[in-house]
């Protein structure tokens, strides 16, 4: 289900009543399509078929971000707008300016967008109620920003924070690697990326990290931006010198897709992938050094 990882924290000390209302919240701000002079269009959809915005297990909930796009290509805009200006030059004897151009685009891309296909992505959010991670199912910035903006126009007062940890995933990443010590619990694989601070980049895809090479680049400053982990023989993944954690692999798991499972088998699937993420995530920060926080985050009834 998880793939890719923006990780955050929820103060559930400040919010003893979030669950209560979690999902009157997510409903001022639930999916409606596009409009038809809409070029996008982003709310909550229920995340298992038939379902509410809100999948509680056990303390586990699950909740999904839809988002529409309208499909207009620049090049048919520019057929139709090509079609105007030429019109518009013999109706009137002269080309079009730069200011009038622009406005005539703008016509085009009003008349054009009704009759404009859509498409649909999603982004599962996962709220930890016991633990106060969320967790957002995406690499992408801009996606989690997204993310991020509704649940604070849904729930103003929610206080979410990027995770703080005290080593920067850089500096330990390379540490691992120069010292050739697998941190706790993880075993490095063959796939890495180290850096030099002007940019210049070497990649290793099915390369042992472990060669004597890679510590001559450690040794001239390059760090690592990127490496591949494999934690407790269960789960492989990559980190980033970004703290995000990449191309998440769960080992000799079966993987569904989300709307193919039933909702009996998604809820014995869901609380075993979040507890096991849930250590991951524990180990993980442990092995940079610790979270830091500015108090204990609470527990969610």
């Known amino acids: ?23 009157p919240s997510l409903q001022r701000v639930e999916f409606t399509p596009c409009g038809s002079l809409e070029m996008t269009s982003s709310g909550f959809v229920p995340p298992v078929k038939h379902g509410d915005l809100v999948h509680k297990v056990d303390k586990q909930i699950l909740m999904r971000v839809q988002t529409e796009k309208r499909l207009l290509p620049s090049s048919v805009v520019n057929e139709q707008l090509a079609k105007v200006l030429e019109q518009f030059e013999i109706d009137n004897g002269y080309a079009a300016g ?16 009704p009759q404009s296909f859509t498409t649909k992505t999603h982004t599962d959010v996962w709220l930890d109620t016991k633990n106060g991670w969320l967790v957002i199912n995406t690499a992408s910035t801009s996606k989690s920003d997204l993310v991020i903006r509704l649940l604070l126009k849904a729930i103003p007062n929610i206080a979410i924070e990027m995770v703080r940890i005290n080593n920067a995933p850089t500096a330990a990443m390379t540490d691992w690697l120069a010292g050739g010590e697998n ?37 001239s400053g390059k760090q690592c931006s990127k490496l591949a982990l494999t934690w407790n023989d269960k789960i492989s993944f990559v980190l980033t010198d970004s703290f995000l954690i990449k191309k ?22 869901f609380l075993m992938e979040t507890g ?13 050094g610790g979270e830091l926080l500015p108090e204990k985050t609470g527990e969610l009834q």
């Open 1 to 23: 289900m998880f793939k890719n990882v923006t990780l955050y924290k929820i103060d559930l000390v400040s919010m003893p009543s979030l669950m209560e209302v979690l999902l």
């Open 248 to 269: 998440i692999e769960l080992l000799d798991v079966l993987q569904e897709k989300l709307g193919e499972l039933q909702e009996e088998q998604f809820d014995g699937e």
């Open 98 to 113: 730069r200011k009038l151009r622009r406005e005539l685009k703008d016509d085009v891309i009003v008349q054009l967008l």
């Open 276 to 288: 096991e993420l849930n250590l991951l995530f524990a180990d993980l920060i442990d092995a940079l």
């Open 183 to 219: 941190p706790y619990n993880f075993t490095i694989d063959n796939n890495g990326e180290l850096k030099s601070h002007l940019g210049a980049t070497i990649k290793y895809v099915k390369h042992s990290l472990a060669e004597k090479s890679v510590q001559e680049h450690i040794s």
